[in-house]
């Protein structure tokens, strides 16, 4: 029987330097992309993968506007009872988490995506666990991480998501170097991080969904920095590959938005905004308009 993975890791201590300077009192991961902040999203893909344990990694900023949108506010329920305003009240009780289930660790200095990782190896310590990067919001049914569970269950190891990413932007992700491939299931050998077009072994790259053996900390333990000087999540993953853990790409069945970068979260905002039913058709009509004026 494989451990059942019910512990999510949020690595959001980056900067967020690309959104400045939006990002520079809000964090990242609470810009709204229609009516709710990303980092909601991925609790709520969190949850319908099973999840039931939350951890945050944090920076100083973030950790107090993270507490209080996942907690109860009750002098705002109280307002919200009084005016009738029913609907309201349930979209605020969707974002408590009960409040033994989250959790928070620091990250001091964004040192890398493997070093945030290594930050809630306590939390984790012994346990399959997910971790979830926000600003990758996936629209999907079943959710994205649901889908790598299933996958999971039945094979254990290291599950990431991946996807096909143009053969000249290969150097802003971690790439598979494949072994073999089985409809949307993909078996790797090895993984380069940042390769440039020329070295890639493919342009299969993992996105920001990982399903992880926790073999991963006996490499993040020695904090050895990689490609960019930051230490690397995926380099702990290659290391697992030689010590007989399984390692599986999944193409999973549904659409990513980049939300860490301007097109990505403007094409989210427009995308969410016309499928919100309230909404849907007045911003069509807008953008309808809006695009036949001239440019
Ligand atoms: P990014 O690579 O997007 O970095 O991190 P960033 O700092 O958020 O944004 P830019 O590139 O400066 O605009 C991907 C995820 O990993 C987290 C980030 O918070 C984000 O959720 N991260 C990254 C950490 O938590 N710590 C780090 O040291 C690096």
Known sequence: MKKPVTKVVFPVAGLGTRFLPAT?????????????????????????????DFIFVTGAMNRPLLKSHFSENPSLNTFLRERGK??????????VIE?????????????????AVWCAREFVAGEPFAVILPDDLISAEPGCLKQMMDVHSRLGGNVVAVENVAPD???RYGILDIASEDGPLVVARGLVEKPAPDKAPSTLSIIGRYILDDKVFEHLDKGVAGAGGEIQLTDAISAT????????????????????????FVEANVTFGLQSSAHAEEIRAYLKN???RPV
């Open 241 to 264: 590959i030689g010590a007989g853990v399984p390692f599986h790409g999944l193409r999973f069945a549904g659409t990513r938005y980049d939300c860490g970068s301007m097109y990505g």
């Open 290 to 292: 809006y695009l036949k």
């Open 99 to 115: 409040p033994d289930r989250l959790h928070f660790c620091s990250q001091d200095k964004p040192l890398g995506l493997g070093h």
């Open 24 to 52: 520079k009192a809000i964090p990242k991961e609470m810009l709204p992309i229609a009516d709710r902040p990303l980092i909601q999203y991925a609790v709520q893909e969190a949850r319908q993968a099973g999840i039931t």
């Open 169 to 171: 932007l290969t150097n």
């Open 86 to 95: 029913t609907t309201e009240l349930n979209l605020v009780a969707e974002t």
